[in-house]
């Protein structure tokens, strides 16, 4: 099942020329829904049933449902349900369901889960469902990254590239750039981490680090992981999976990124605890001053503190030996055991037309998948430009089918040196990262 990969770098090149003199081309006649033609017929009543980690974010979930809303007006006929499933939870629970045949219509999945959910048959081909001549208004790279053996596994609808996010009134108060390494990086957190209120008790932090074991946090680590030149999974010259874990380069890595926490104690207390929900709230409400996440923590922010609007920047992540950033593709899978497969695609279409993915795109921050939305003003403002920089360094998820349980590989080495009571140490760590990685290996193929 091995896939060709293209490079994230024609993606940014496209998009920064693009953004340059172009006029918006959001035609809304773009492909509109055909629900008269789904299974069934016009008027067959239908109910579709959608797994959706979007759901669970704001303000996410409530334009995901004004969309459904919105065809639902269309098509009386088809009734659309939600089963709201955290991002962190998705892949447990499409396994649970596949493993009991209760698939639902449609869920949400990415290249991290793809072969997995692959191997387990419970994805339809969109390649054919979709038809290629749709597929030509993505870039081209994109659908690759989301298919095995040409076959599309799921329609990416958005774009979320790991990057910081930082807080320019902040920044500007303080006499800040916008950080390049992480020498810069510190030096920012340590200005940035203060008593504001004079009380001898420090309430702002330098960095609101998501510090939870889940894939949550395991994300947001890894594009620090790799611009220290470590990567947890990859093949070498031979073409044989081997992981960098037990590096010096690694190692370095995650003693830098507690010792943030536990040295220089930059990070607002209860990093163990604090996850992507905790740690936007620290930005909106001004405890902390950078993230790393993904666009849509923009629209999370702003939707905690309006006022914020046109204060939230981003940028690259910070390198040691290089910047570094996840794909992070996000989007929606058919079922190949679902009754309504017609339909659901007829949906899909409409939540991807040029008109609702820049309605979601501008109120909650991921980038679109669609080439011809790249000339979008959006993209270039300050709160977008540096996701859209991340992505010449955005890297290819590793194929290697047990890919999403690194994230919990690196989470825990992480959470062991964060934990209060702390006694192991990096190289400790990182050992016993490297042995759960290549018992992963060990087994695939087998």
């Known amino acids: ?43 067959k009543p239908i109910t579709l049933t959608i797994m959706s980690a979007t759901q669970t974010e704001k303000p996410g979930g409530d334009i995901e449902k004004e969309i459904a809303e919105a065809y639902m007006k269309q098509h009386p006929n088809v009734k ?34 793809m072969y997995n959910a692959y191997g387990m048959n ?42 910081l996010i930082y807080r320019a009134d902040m920044f500007e108060k303080e006499g800040l750039k916008a950080p390049e390494t992480w020498d810069d990086f510190l030096a920012a957190a340590q200005k940035l981490t203060k008593d504001t209120n ?37 093949k070498d010259a031979s073409g044989k999976w081997v992981t960098d874990l037990d590096t010096a380069k690694a190692k370095d890595a995650l003693q830098f990124y507690a010792d943030l926490n536990n040295k220089y104690k930059v990070v607002p207390p209860g990093v163990t605890e604090t996850g992507f929900p905790e740690a936007a709230s620290m930005v909106a409400s001004g405890k902390a001053a950078m993230l790393i996440s993904g666009p849509n923590a923009l629209g999370t922010i702003i939707s905690q503190n309006p006022d914020l609007k046109g204060k939230l920047y981003s940028a690259p992540v910070p390198m040691k030996e290089k910047h570094s950033a996840t ?21 899909l279409k409409f939540v991807l037309s040029n008109e609702n993915v820049l309605k979601f795109t501008d109120a909650t921050g991921p980038l679109p998948t669609k080439e011809q939305l790249a000339s979008s003003p959006s993209l270039s403002a300050p ?44 190289d400790e760590a990182m050992k016993k990262a490297a042995a759960r990685a290549n018992e992963l290996i060990s087994k695939e193929g087998k």
Request: aromatic share 10%.
């Open 198 to 234: 004079g009380d001898g008790k420090l309430d702002q932090w330098g960095f609101a680090m998501i510090g939870t074991r889940n894939t949550s946090g395991g994300t947001r680590f890894l594009p620090v992981l790799r611009s220290f030149g470590a990567e947890e999974v990859h």
């Open 383 to 426: 709160d977008k430009a540096g996701f859209v920089k991340a992505l010449q360094y955005a890297y290819h998820a590793p194929t290697i089918s047990t890919y999403s349980q690194f994230y919990d590989i690196v989470a825990e080495a992480y959470q062991a040196l964060l934990a209060s009571n702390s006694k192991i140490t990096a």
């Open 122 to 163: 419970v994805t339809e081909d969109l390649t054919k469902l979709l038809g290629a001549d749709y597929l030509k208004e993505f870039y081209s790279n994109v659908i690759e990254e989301s298919s095995i053996d040409g076959k599309l596994q799921f329609i990416p609808w958005t774009s979320t590239p790991q990057a």
């Open 327 to 347: 794909f992070g593709l996000l989007g929606y899978s058919v079922s190949a055991a679902s009754k309504n497969k017609e339909a659901v695609a007829d949906y």
């Open 1 to 43: 099942m091995k896939m060709k990969r293209v490079s994230m770098i024609s993606l940014a090149v496209v998009l920064s020329a693009s953004m340059i003199g172009c006029s918006s081309k959001t035609d809304n006649a773009d492909k509109g829904s055909t629900a008269g033609q789904a299974s069934g017929g016009a008027d």
């Open 80 to 113: 659309i349900e939600f089963m709201g499933v955290p991002m962190n939870d998705m892949y447990k629970k499409i396994s649970v369901l596949a493993a009991a045949n209760q698939m639902p219509d449609a869920f949400t999945n990415t290249p991290e889960f």
